[in-house]
């Protein structure tokens, strides 16, 4: 546990902590699209790869998303920030 809380903030290790570490050090939710990937043969075929912190999950959750597990929570808002984009065009 202690090492554990020691690389949230770099000490004992010489890697830079990334920005989802650095976020939950603070206590801040986070998110973030890491890749957008299209079929080159079916173009309306595709997915996003997402990151988050559990912070940002438990805000979902305090907003009223539901899922079995966490990717579903993230995919359920994922899925209606698209719609809403998509509404507002």
């Known amino acids: 546990m202690l090492q554990k809380i ?3 903030f770099g000490k004992g290790s010489s890697e830079p902590l990334s920005d989802k570490d650095k976020a939950t050090a603070r206590g801040e939710p986070y998110v973030r ?4 990937n299209i079929d080159p ?3 309306s075929d595709g997915y996003f790869e ?3 912190n559990e912070i ?3 805000k979902l ?3 009223g998303y539901s899922g079995q597990d ?3 929570i993230v995919d359920s808002w994922f899925t209606g920030l698209c719609r809403q984009i998509a509404e507002e065009v």
């Open 56 to 58: 940002f999950v438990r």
């Open 33 to 36: 699209v890491l890749s957008t």
């Open 50 to 52: 997402l990151e988050w």
């Open 41 to 43: 043969e079916n173009p």
């Open 70 to 72: 966490e990717s579903e």
């Open 6 to 8: 020691k690389s949230l």
């Open 61 to 63: 959750l305090d907003s």
